[in-house]
T-cell receptor, first 115, second 113 residues
Framework: AQTVTQSQPEMSVQEAETVTLSCTYD???????LFWYKQPPSRQMILVIR??????QNATENRFSVNFQKAAKSFSLKISDSQLGDAAMYFC????????????FGTGTSLTVIP | DTAVSQTPKYLVTQMGNDKSIKCEQN?????MYWYKQDSKKFLKIMFS???????INETVPNRFSPKSPDKAHLNLHINSLELGDSAVYFC????????????FGPGTRLTVT
């Protein structure tokens, strides 16, 4: 099974600053999909951004962008102009088109936003 | 308008009991999932299911069983509950293939005493 690693259990950022959350994964597949989910204290899982592996262009969604490095198997999330509402657990996820449509999640990074 | 719903949201029960958590999605998705999130927030896949295939994580005890009466529902039955089963359980659904994200339910916090 694919493994997804988030090496930063906790991160903090000053409000209005930029923070980058790291994610690496292990796979032998060439085609796959990557996602970042946010889980605020309400515990609802919310999709933040996604990336198709065959696309070289990094995905962006407003203040959220990714740095996708396929050769390095790295998929980091950058949050610009951090807001208090960004405080949450962030999970990186890998979706394989080949193994029963499974999603593989990292262990999460808890982000604190300091006012 | 709720896309993926779960009931109940909170469940407190005693060891040894049998309980069920219901999940329904109104998105027309063909694949549904159950996850367990422990106190450290680790999100662990338990099952994925579409109308053709059930994939079980081999680490899941056979006290846990998914039951799907139809494509829109995937219920989770748990027999002989143990203290270690206390966690938040999430149901999710997605289109079966490709660039489709999972939609998650609100979670069910299960506490076994």
């Amino acid at each position: 099974a694919q493994t997804v690693t988030q090496s930063q259990p906790e991160m903090s950022v000053q409000e209005a600053e930029t923070v980058t959350l790291s994610c690496t994964y292990d796979t032998s597949e060439s085609d796959y999909y990557l996602f970042w989910y946010k889980q605020p204290p309400s515990r609802q899982m919310i999709l933040v951004i996604r990336q198709e592996a065959y696309k070289q262009q990094n995905a962006t969604e407003n203040r959220f962008s990714v740095n996708f490095q396929k050769a390095a198997k790295s998929f980091s999330l950058k949050i610009s102009d951090s807001q208090l509402g960004d405080a949450a657990m962030y999970f990186c996820a890998y979706r394989s088109p080949n193994t029963g449509n499974q999603f593989y999640f990292g262990t999460g990074t808890s982000l604190t936003v300091i006012p | 308008d709720t896309a993926v719903s779960q009931t109940p949201k909170y469940l407190v029960t005693q060891m040894g009991n049998d309980k069920s958590i219901k999940c329904e999605q109104n998105l027309g998705h063909d694949t549904m999932y159950w996850y367990k999130q422990d106190s450290k927030k680790f999100l662990k896949i338990m099952f994925s299911y579409n109308n053709k295939e059930l994939i079980i994580n081999e680490t899941v005890p056979n006290r846990f069983s998914p039951k799907s009466p139809d494509k829109a529902h995937l219920n989770l039955h748990i027999n002989s509950l143990e203290l270690g089963d206390s966690a938040v359980y999430f149901c999710a659904s997605s289109q079966g293939t490709g660039f489709h994200e999972q939609y998650f339910g609100p979670g069910t916090r299960l506490t076994v005493t």
